[in-house]
């Protein structure tokens, strides 16, 4: 993150304080209970997050059936798999794309924030910051080398602006050497940057390109690191 | 122009340097995020919306309409060198809570007393009174959502393939027509069935009432210049139909 936006305790403590009395003012003054914010932030935790993105790619590149269906019809190919909420708040009309050997995707919005909770979880910090929301529709490309993801010049780079009620995700490359990986694996090899289109799906490390579950449990592992990203600590 | 409506293409910003992940930079902004999300969940605007909602049956002291949109009018009329002053929740924080004191859930001064409080009692706590239903009702919310699609609207002024212009309404309180768009050339690539409704009319920006939306292409060549732009990249953008005009207007 930019320094810019990094403050010193004092700010934070301020804010701290002043979100907790106003917490405290609204549920004395019955316009929320003490349970209703926990509610909120527990959907993020167990419902809305970007494991179900991670089945729904990882589904879509074993399947190439599944996958038209998903790009024909995004909402019914979802329901096909049953996660809870998947219609919810800022999913209530989604549209995945594909990444191709021709076509590099990558899903913005500059006048806010908008992002496909169901599928997503929240946005992360970079998605909000006007530095990416500038400059991600001017020089997408050079955006992208400095996440590290250097997009040849004839791949057609195609930049999707959330301004209207349509939720953008992406469906990013399947990775070479993962063909021994099963649905579940491969869901934990896709992080929500893939599928916004600012990372590709990197092959399995060498030590990782053979079935050997003691190694594949580490992908994992990784996985549920990447998953705490919703703790702040 | 409006710059908060024009962020899309400012220049000499510096690199997205660091790529930070979190989602919350610091503890308390899950927490303005939750009333946030609360609100909307209990918004009276909800009494309208597609899925039916029981909220005559929530108990809650809320009164107002509390959408998206409420958040960005907030976020879009703030004075600019003020905007980029403020983190992402630090904005919400400031919004929210003068909504709540404009329209008189709380006062200045109880807000002011309290927050003094608990920053010299940082761990002393909220007061417990759970609302079991407003929790259900909230669930619901987040599970079925808000959309603003309506009755299909009779006609559809645009089709797939047509080359369209972007309009150049009056800078309004708010807008969802990203600024770098406006007249530029793009072409239509899909028209979304059924027609929409945004929370709110925009006045002179022109959302009012049902509406269709379409996704425009652009070549970055066209809204940038061919010098000044990337090679082979094109942008894409839902546009609701009044920020549209037929080609031949021109």
Known sequence: ?233 | MRLQHYLGGLENLGPVNFFEKKVFMAEWEKRIFGIHTVMMAESVHLDKSLPKYPLSEVPTTFKDTWTWASLRIGAENMQPFEYFKYRYYEKWLMGISQFFIDRGYVTAKELATLTEHYRAHPDSPLPEQPNPALKEQVVRYLHHGDSGLRAPADLVRFAVGDTVYVTDPEAADHTRLPGFLRNKKGTVTEVYPGAFEYFVSTGPDGLDGLQHVYCVSFLASDIWGPDKSEPNTVIYADLFEAYLKPAHSM
């Open chain 1, 1 to 233: 993150m930019s320094s810019l936006f990094k403050y010193d305790k004092d700010r934070e403590a301020a804010s701290a304080a002043k979100v907790r009395a106003l917490e405290a003012l609204l549920i004395k003054k019955g316009v929320l209970g003490s349970d209703s914010v926990d509610a909120v932030l527990r959907h993020f935790e167990t419902v809305a997050s970007p494991f179900n993105g991670a089945r729904i790619v990882a589904r879509a590149w074993v399947d190439a059936e599944y996958k038209a269906r998903l790009l024909e019809d995004t909402p019914k190919a979802i329901a096909e798999l049953q996660f809870p909420g998947m219609t919810g708040a800022e999913g209530e009309h989604m549209k995945a794309v594909a990444n191709s050997a021709t076509v590099h995707n990558l899903i913005i919005c500059t006048l806010c924030s908008c992002y496909s909770w169901p599928v997503l979880g929240l946005p992360p910090y970079w998605y909000k910051d006007p530095v990416f929301r500038s400059r991600g529709v001017r020089e997408p490309r050079a955006v992208l080398r400095e996440f590290g993801v250097t997009i040849p010049e004839g791949k057609e780079v195609k930049v999707w602006d959330s301004s209207a009620q349509i939720r953008w995700f992406v469906i990013p490359e399947r990775p070479a050497h993962s063909e021994h990986l099963n649905e579940e694996q491969l869901a934990a090899l896709v992080t929500p940057e893939a599928m916004m289109g600012v990372a590709l799906v990197p092959s399995p490390p060498p030590c990782l390109r053979h079935p050997n579950v003691y190694l594949i449990r580490r992908i994992c592992r990784d996985a549920d690191a990447r998953a705490t990203r919703f703790a702040t600590a």
